[in-house]
């Protein structure tokens, strides 16, 4: 089992940078990829970002352009979401996920805001 727990949103405007952080129990965290995923008020959940077991090969959705890195950390199970250029639509909820086969476990999400 792997829980997962995101930190690091919060309030910003528009051109400002986070860095959301997903902290993971679990000994065999190193082995998930892991994927962020966010969810604005209204709308479905949508595919961000994803970063394979080694955190060799990275995959970003179109809308990113650019302004998103992820990246992880195995000896401190982390993965990181850096955000910069930071845009009013990118407000919402931003969870992280691991996947392995049919293994599959979600955090509680952390709330981003980008004020205009």
Same mark, same amino acid.
């Given at each position: 089992?792997?829980?997962?727990?995101? #930190?690091? @949103? @919060?309030?910003?405007? +528009? @051109? *400002?940078?986070? $860095?959301?952080?997903?902290? +993971?129990? @679990? &000994?065999? /965290?190193?082995?998930?990829?892991?994927?962020?995923? &966010?969810?604005?008020?209204? &709308?479905? $959940?949508? /595919?961000?970002?994803? %970063?394979?077991?080694?955190?060799?090969?990275? =995959? =970003?959705?179109?809308?990113?352009?650019? $302004?998103?890195? %992820? #990246? &992880?950390?195995?000896?401190?199970?982390?993965? =990181?979401?850096? %955000?910069?250029?930071?845009?009013?639509?990118?407000?919402?909820?931003? =969870?992280?996920?691991?996947?392995? *086969?049919?293994?599959?476990?979600?955090?509680?999400?952390?709330?981003?805001?980008?004020?205009?």
């Amino acid at each position: 089992q792997v829980q997962l727990v995101e #930190s690091g @949103g @919060g309030l910003v405007q +528009a @051109g *400002g940078s986070l $860095r959301l952080s997903c902290a +993971a129990s @679990g &000994r065999t /965290f190193s082995s998930y990829a892991i994927n962020w995923f &966010r969810q604005a008020p209204g &709308r479905e $959940r949508e /595919f961000v970002a994803a %970063i394979s077991w080694s955190g060799g090969p990275t =995959y =970003y959705a179109d809308f990113v352009k650019g $302004r998103f890195a %992820i #990246s &992880r950390d195995n000896a401190k199970n982390t993965v =990181y979401l850096q %955000i910069n250029s930071l845009k009013p639509e990118d407000t919402a909820v931003y =969870y992280c996920n691991a996947e392995k *086969g049919e293994y599959n476990y979600w955090g509680q999400g952390t709330q981003v805001t980008v004020s205009s």
